[in-house]
């Protein structure tokens, strides 16, 4: 209540200093007029009142911007990390002493009442010019600070030369949150700088644990369990950022907050991944740094499956990998629950996963002799082709089947078994 208060009571006050002022300005500017002028007048407490008026009414406009001003600008402190808020400072309060010094000896000069309005002016320009030009100097340039305050520190040497760059924020989404493989990636050390958990994903996850339906429920008690307990193990270098922006659902605000701290944003989702990248953001999608960790099989390589469940086709059986890839097994529809020595054949990208196709090394002894061979097997061929038996669409060709079976593997419902853990969620939280 208490935030939300301050800002409510801060505006109105905002706009009566201005209308205030305005009206002084304007009701006191009577006396600054020319002898001339004022000669003419017949009603001076009128001219004043007009003068007022007028002065209480551009106050207000001059008001209304101010706030929106002020706005942006806290914003923006709330969000922008501490290190570059202090050389900006540090950059915009040189700027204006700079101007400051400049400004003396223009300000001693004897000016005629003519142009003496020279001085203000030139003293206006001059600081906003200056200020400008220190705040966007510090921001470009502001790691050389480093060197001043810590010259001996070799990475702070490194990092004010420019070859070595300083680790960006990562920001959490929600899906990254529910998911869980967070913890992991932090305790291995993968993940660099400060972690920040915006608000707009804590009330997301808050929703989710108040929703009346008991599968989101339980992902959003699981998400803020998560992130009490990363709190308790890392302490300060989870951050809770605190800004509330405007937009519509929280991937908007998301992206608004990665574009404010110049963070990187730390998603499972895949397609708000995308419209980071569309943003140009810096964005690690966690679905694809899984996949990009995966041992890489190739064809020749041999490998050991347990077959847990029948393929789509009529003699394959389907087995995993330990990080979760699935391996469509030829000759293994009739060793369900048995450990083959298999030959990898082949892979196929989907956009779910892999798939990794292999043929059984070590068929039974049955269902090899079961496979006529020799010139009886070229007669069945030959008698299946004139007699039309076959199935005109089904193909010979080893290519096209190995095509065929990827393509209903991929579009199949994986059913029976579920793989082992570290299969990837094919979509985000959000």
């Not at 914003?75 to 400049?102: C, E």
């Not at 001043?148 to 490194?158: H, I, V």
């Not at 050390?189 to 804590?202: A, H, S």
Request: net charge neutral.
């Amino acid at each position: 209540m208490g935030a939300h208060a301050k800002p409510a009571l801060v505006d109105p006050l905002i706009l009566v200093l201005f209308l205030v002022s305005g009206a002084a300005t304007g009701w006191l500017g009577v006396d600054l007029l020319p002898e001339p002028l004022l000669v003419q007048v017949t009603n001076p407490e009128g001219l004043r009142l007009v003068l007022a008026g007028f002065g209480g009414f551009f106050g207000l406009i001059a008001g209304f911007f101010f706030q929106q001003l002020r706005r942006r600008l806290m914003q923006q402190v709330r969000s922008m990390p501490t290190d570059l808020l202090i050389s900006r400072a540090v950059g915009l309060i040189l700027g204006l002493l700079v101007a400051n010094l400049l400004l003396a000896p223009i300000l001693l000069l004897p000016l005629p009442w003519e142009v003496v309005l020279v001085k203000p002016l030139a003293a206006v320009l001059s600081n906003v010019f200056f200020g400008v030009l220190g705040y966007n100097l510090a921001e470009v340039h502001g790691r050389t600070l480093l060197r001043l305050f810590n010259p001996t520190s070799t990475e702070a040497l490194l990092v004010a030369e420019g070859v070595l760059q300083p680790a960006s924020a990562k920001i959490l989404d929600t899906s990254v949150v529910i998911d869980g493989r967070i913890r992991g990636l932090l305790a291995s050390g993968l993940l660099e700088g400060q972690v920040i958990v915006p608000q707009c994903v804590v009330d997301e996850l808050q929703a989710l644990a108040d929703s009346a339906n008991s599968e989101k429920r339980g992902k959003g008690r699981r998400g803020l369990k998560l992130l009490t307990e990363l709190k308790e193990s890392y302490g300060r270098r989870i951050v809770l950022n605190s800004t509330r922006y405007e937009g519509n659902g929280a991937d908007d605000k998301l992206l608004r907050l990665t574009a404010d701290t110049g963070g990187t944003l730390l998603t499972a989702d895949y397609n708000l991944a995308q419209v980071a990248r569309v943003q140009d953001l810096k964005v690690l999608n966690l679905s694809e740094l899984v996949i990009a960790l995966r041992p890489e099989v190739q064809p020749g390589d041999s490998l050991q499956i347990k077959i847990v469940r029948e393929g789509k086709e009529a003699d394959q059986g389907v087995g995993y990998l330990e990080d979760g890839t699935m391996v469509v097994v030829e000759e293994g529809r009739s060793r369900i629950g048995e450990r083959l020595q298999v030959t990898v054949t082949g892979a196929l990208q989907t956009p779910t996963g892999r798939l990794v196709f292999a043929r059984n090394d070590r068929p039974r002894a049955s269902e090899a002799a079961a496979e006529p061979k020799g010139p009886d097997r070229t007669r069945e061929r030959r008698s299946e082709k004139e007699t039309g038996r076959g199935s005109p669409n089904e193909s010979n060709d080893p290519l096209t089947k190995f095509n065929t079976s990827a393509a209903r593997a991929a579009a199949s419902p994986q059913t029976g078994d579920a793989p082992p853990p570290g299969t990837l969620p094919s979509q985000g939280a959000n």
